[in-house]
């Protein structure tokens, strides 16, 4: 029996025009009235993801940052797993010994360092036509972008934002060069204590090696004594992994993932896009049988 559904946000739960469709908002509430907990494992920051969440008024628990915290329904945050500060000189150092912006997710908000003229030119240069390549729009309209900027605290530099009473629970970055994000990820292998993933080749995100999607997931299910098997997770990318090879977990990979993401997946349904994550829902209630997954599944492999 499946007791709890964990889904990805971007490319899984939203379409690409970063919407969730009627579709998809009504079978999550028809699951959550069938007493079937939903959990939004995402990362991005709670903001982020919760303002989107709210626009539909779908309330639920959410794992955010890529598995650094977990939120309940009020939004208060536990289970943080943030990057030592010793270590995130050292990986901003890097950062910014590559040429490359960073991304500062902090349990307060959003954080950049440097200046809002190059917060644009970061945003113009590389976020915006990375989310046009994977077709993944991260903003609707400009509105939304000079929220996220108003939202943004920025600093001037490392120590200062070192020197602020913040925890760091990730940092990324997106840079259209896909070399040099290779190159990027070589040297932050070296850096040990690190999660390291990706959505595309154009981006990249560190985080503190427990603050991982699966790792959080697992410690969110033992709360309410949820096994394992009684997990359906739903992803399409790199980040996605670490609870999409759970062990005993039954893992879906979208339409549109990654081939590497199907590959590790026991089956894949429909894309983001044709409401991938609403199709296994609505197959979820419609199916009184306890092994639904690999007796109605199957065929979608």
Do not use: W
Not at 85 to 97: E, P, T
Not at 226 to 244: K, R, T, V
Not at 251 to 260: C, F, L, Q, V
Request: hydrophobic share 40%.
């Amino acid at each position: 029996m499946i007791r709890l559904i964990a889904s990805d946000m971007d490319g899984t739960l939203l379409n690409n025009r970063s919407e969730l469709t009627f579709t998809t908002v009504a079978s999550i509430n028809a699951v959550q009235r069938a007493g079937i907990r939903f959990l939004i494992n995402t990362g991005r920051e709670y903001s982020s993801a919760c303002s989107d969440l709210k626009r539909k008024k779908i309330y639920c628990d959410m794992i955010c940052s890529s598995g650094a915290a977990t939120y309940d329904q009020l939004g208060n945050p536990y289970n943080l797993h943030p990057i030592p500060k010793s270590i995130a000189a050292q990986i901003l150092a890097v950062f910014f010994s590559f040429g490359v912006y960073a991304d500062v997710y902090t349990d307060k908000s959003r954080a950049f360092i440097g200046n809002k003229a190059k917060l644009f030119r970061y945003y113009d240069q590389g976020v915006f036509p990375s989310s046009r390549k994977e077709n993944k729009l991260y903003y609707r309209n400009m509105d939304e972008f000079f929220q996220m900027v108003k939202e943004t605290k920025i600093y001037e530099s490392i120590d200062t934002l070192l020197a602020d009473e913040v925890s760091i629970l990730k940092i990324s970055t997106t840079h259209m060069n896909p070399q040099l994000i290779a190159r990027l990820r070589r040297q932050m292998k070296q850096i040990p204590g690190l999660s390291i993933a990706s959505t595309s080749d154009t981006t990249l995100e560190i985080s503190d090696e427990k603050a991982q999607k699966g790792y959080a997931l697992l410690q969110y299910a033992k709360t309410y004594n949820i096994a394992p098997n009684e997990i359906l997770a739903l992803g399409d990318s790199e980040n996605d992994l670490s609870m999409l090879t759970l062990s005993g977990v039954h893992s879906i990979a979208m339409g549109n993932a990654k081939e590497e993401i199907k590959e590790v997946c026991a089956y894949i349904t429909r894309t983001n896009e044709d409401n991938g994550v609403a199709y296994i829902l609505e197959r979820l209630l419609k199916d009184e049988n306890p092994s639904f997954v690999r007796n109605t599944l199957a065929f979608l492999h």
